[in-house]
């Protein structure tokens, strides 16, 4: 049962326009969520973060929303750049335990 | 900050050898270490969960027998894969914390192994 979802595998946006990436999870017990940013061969880097009390969080060109009624999560990324071009990964925790739960990820190409 | 050194970066071995994998915490002190492994077009899959000085706890379906932890100290975790076969071949990753919860884990660069 995967408990984190990210239904679109890839996206294309072209340079300057906002890329949007969702994310949805079933836990109502997870209460702090992440993107992670993951190019090839590498391990996936730190990006962004939010915790269930607050709605939106914003870091550069970088903004995450989260919406608990809904269970969703969505990264906004504006203006979007060619060096954005990876695998974004959601993932989420509960503050009862020290695990986060993955998604399947969603790979972002962006269009120069 | 938060840098984790992840070594090897590759390794090609034949079947039935045995692999060692190092996570180093470069510049802080991780009370907590985390081993995944990803398949292509997958997940990051939690195996196993360290916490210095104590024993790894394995996630379901893991075997314990075959991926050997050990967190000897607050800045190295290893990882064996003892005995490896080609269906062990994957991309494995660490992580680590200096939290026990609600911190972002700071990845290594992944060892990309490969059993022939």
């Known amino acids: 049962d995967q408990q984190v979802k990210q239904n679109s595998p890839s996206l294309s946006v072209q340079e300057g326009r906002i890329s949007i990436l969702n994310c949805d999870y079933t836990?109502?017990?997870?209460?702090?969520f992440l993107w992670y940013k993951k190019y090839p061969a590498e391990g996936p880097t730190f990006l962004i973060s939010i915790s269930s009390i607050k709605d939106k969080n914003e870091d550069g060109r970088f903004t995450v929303f989260l919406n608990k009624s809904a269970k969703h999560l969505s990264l906004h990324i504006v203006p979007s750049q060619p060096g954005d071009s990876a695998v974004y990964f959601c993932a989420a925790s509960d503050a009862g335990t020290y695990k986060y739960i993955f998604g399947t990820g969603t790979r972002l190409k962006v269009l120069a | 900050g938060a840098v984790v050194s992840q070594h090897p970066s590759r390794v090609i071995c034949k079947s039935g050898t045995s692999v060692k994998i190092e996570c180093r915490s470069l510049d802080f002190q991780a009370t907590t270490m985390f081993w995944y492994r990803q398949f292509p077009k997958q997940s990051l899959m939690l195996m196993a969960t360290s916490n210095e000085g104590s024993k790894a706890t394995y996630e379901q379906g893991v075997e314990k027998d075959k991926f050997l932890i050990n967190h000897a100290s607050l800045t190295l975790s290893t990882l064996t894969v003892t005995s490896a076969h080609p269906e062990d071949s994957s991309f494995y990753i660490c992580?680590?914390?200096?939290?026990?919860?609600?911190?972002?884990?700071?990845f290594g660069d992944g060892t990309r192994l490969s059993i022939l």
């Open positions: 992580s680590a914390t200096g939290y026990v919860s609600g911190q972002p884990q700071h």
């Open positions: 836990n109502s017990m997870f209460d702090y």
